[in-house]
């Protein structure tokens, strides 16, 4: 009866043909992954409504103001994604 030998050097995978393997991984499955990712990070995602301002005693408390602009903003202020102490931007009256 034969013996089955499973050599991986006849598959390609000895040690001296790494580079053709790893070539091999790297456009079999490193590059249709990141393509994956890309399509399912850009596309179909609708856009959310954000959350109505509740006022928390707790939370958006100006203790002392921000060195820059106004003070009541943060440096890397968002006006449609973050609040301000008195409610979002354009949800709050002008002030006189």
């Known amino acids: 009866m034969p013996r089955f030998r ?3 050097r006849q598959m390609g995978f000895g040690s001296g043909n790494t580079a053709s393997l790893w070539k091999r ?7 249709p992954a990141i393509v994956l990712c890309a399509v399912n990070a850009f ?3 609708e856009h959310q ?3 109505p301002f509740t006022k928390y ?5 100006r203790t002392k103001r921000f ?11 968002n006006s449609d994604k973050n609040a301000l102490s008195e409610g979002y931007e354009d949800e709050t ?3 006189e």
């Open 67 to 77: 060195p820059w602009g106004d003070g009541d903003r943060s440096l890397f202020h």
């Open 6 to 8: 499973f050599d991986f």
């Open 57 to 61: 005693e707790y939370l958006r408390r």
């Open 25 to 31: 991984v790297t456009f079999l499955v490193a590059i």
């Open 49 to 51: 409504e954000r959350e």
């Open 93 to 95: 009256p002008p002030e």
């Open 43 to 45: 596309a179909g995602h």
